[in-house]
């Protein structure tokens, strides 16, 4: 096996380097590695992948979505953030604009390789996915208005890490779990764990990966003033996640 290229990484998580650019979007290509981007006026999402990057003439290639909505209004804009994952790594950059064509037949956007990308590698950082077969909710406790009393909406988490999660929005409560919405004492109910109180903002939303048999809309929430106590009992949760994950894929030969 051969050794694989080191990623430079400035103080701020920044990686500016052309050639380290190339090798993440290579690697993304490797990895089969959901790219997404959030799409402006909407709750919808452009899930998309890299099909190949040109160095010689400076772009990369884009998967496309079948979802015409969407597209008029992505190739319509000046660049468009991504987002994605590599070696479990969340990594982030902006391109555009996006220009229709098409890759060994298939429709695809062309696009400038990126500048720069954002590369997260923090532990905190770090994103698991909580198995459905040992699943895990949080307690959102929504402050009354001008309709109805303060309540709490019981959500499951979707993924996980220590500086947030994501919860699956339930049917009825898009207009709870909005962007910028922020939620105090809430509760993680993390199975074999005592309840983790949590203050929670709402960052974005997104659809689940193809990966999933049916795509749901999640929020994707940041920690807010978390205390050391709660800190410590996530990371321990986020450690056994992890070590499940590793013996799954053991026993599955992966």
């Known amino acids: 096996m051969t050794d694989q290229p080191t990623i430079r990484v400035n103080s701020q ?3 500016d380097d052309h050639q380290t650019i190339v090798v993440l979007l290579n690697r993304m290509i490797e990895q089969r590695a959901m790219l997404e981007a959030a799409v402006p006026g909407g709750n919808a999402a452009l899930l998309s992948a890299v099909l190949h990057v040109d160095e010689k003439h400076d772009q990369v290639f884009l998967d496309a979505t079948p979802h015409a909505d969407v597209e008029r209004v992505v190739i319509s804009q000046p660049s468009v953030a991504f987002s994605a994952r590599v070696d479990r790594v969340d990594v982030r950059f902006i391109t555009g604009p996006l220009e229709k064509t098409r890759f060994e037949g298939m429709p695809a956007y062309r696009a400038p390789i990126p500048d720069k990308m ?34 709490e909406l019981r959500t499951r988490i979707y993924d996980i890490s220590g500086g947030g999660v994501s919860l699956f929005i339930p049917p009825g409560t898009d207009d709870i779990l909005t962007g910028g919405a922020h939620f105090g004492a809430c509760k993680l109910l993390l199975p074999e764990h005592q309840p983790v109180l949590v203050g929670l903002r709402v960052r974005r939303k997104f659809r689940t ?4 048999a049916i795509s749901q809309i999640c929020a994707g929430c940041e920690f807010v003033d978390l205390r050391s106590t709660a800190q410590t ?8 996640l992890d070590r499940e994950r590793i013996q799954l894929d053991r026993e599955q030969g992966l």
């Open 118 to 151: 954002t590369y997260m590698q923090r532990r905190e950082f770090f994103r698991i996915e909580v198995p459905a077969r040992h699943p895990a909710y949080c307690q959102v406790m929504v402050p009354a208005g001008d309709d109805f009393p303060p309540r």
């Open 13 to 15: 998580f920044g990686v």
């Open 209 to 212: 990966s193809r990966r999933q």
């Open 233 to 240: 009992t996530v990371q321990r949760y986020l450690m056994r």
